[in-house]
């Protein structure tokens, strides 16, 4: 059966999909609040979709509110690089919620 694994080249465009096949943790940092997030690739799959460019932050800073200061890496957990003890967001569960409008009658 031929290997559908994508190879890790670092450099190369990377969707989510492929980093969370690497099992890569993504780390946003905010240059403008310095606030620092890793999360699973493999948990942002679920929630910008696999195509979602690694390199593009999938939202704002939710501290101070910038996108553009947003700065994205990744990184792949490794036998020599284990990454034991970094605390990684992780999704709890998907709420759903109704928007409102007002409408004349
Ligand atoms: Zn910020």
């Given at each position: ?8 080249e ?69 036998a ?26």
């Amino acid at each position: 059966m031929p290997d559908i694994r994508v190879k890790y080249e670092p450099g190369k465009y990377y969707a989510m999909a492929d980093a969370a096949q690497h099992d890569m943790v993504v780390t946003i940092k905010c240059r403008s609040c310095r606030k620092t997030v890793h999360y699973w690739a493999s948990d942002l799959v679920k929630v910008v979709g696999p195509d979602h460019p690694v390199a593009r932050p999938p939202w704002r800073c939710s501290k101070c509110g910038e996108i553009e200061f947003l700065q994205v890496s990744r990184e792949m957990r490794t036998a020599h690089k284990p990454m034991t003890g970094l605390v990684v967001r992780r999704p709890v569960k998907q709420v759903m919620r109704w928007l409102w409008k007002n409408e004349r009658i």
